[in-house]
């Protein structure tokens, strides 16, 4: 999946082999990242994690999508 189908700002990148792994390879990336996108998507990532409605929305796209990856 790429940066931006998590919902950051750019077109990197992002693997792992599970979704954990992915998610905290995705959080790697993101907090890396200084550009003001990237700053942007941890500010909302970091308000998301105290809204758990926020969140479940987040992870309930984020498995759906990871789901349909073709398989590597």
């Not at 990148?13 to 700053?39: C, F, Q, V, Y």
């Amino acid at each position: 999946m790429t940066c931006t189908q998590m919902g950051g700002c750019c077109d990197e990148l992002i693997t792992g082999s599970t979704p954990e792994e992915m998610m905290a390879n995705g959080e790697k990336h993101i907090r890396a990242n200084t550009d003001e996108g990237h700053l942007k998507a941890v500010a909302m990532m970091e308000k998301s994690a105290n809204n758990p409605e926020a969140m479940k929305v987040w992870m309930d796209k984020f498995m759906a999508d990871y789901a349909a990856l073709p398989e590597m």
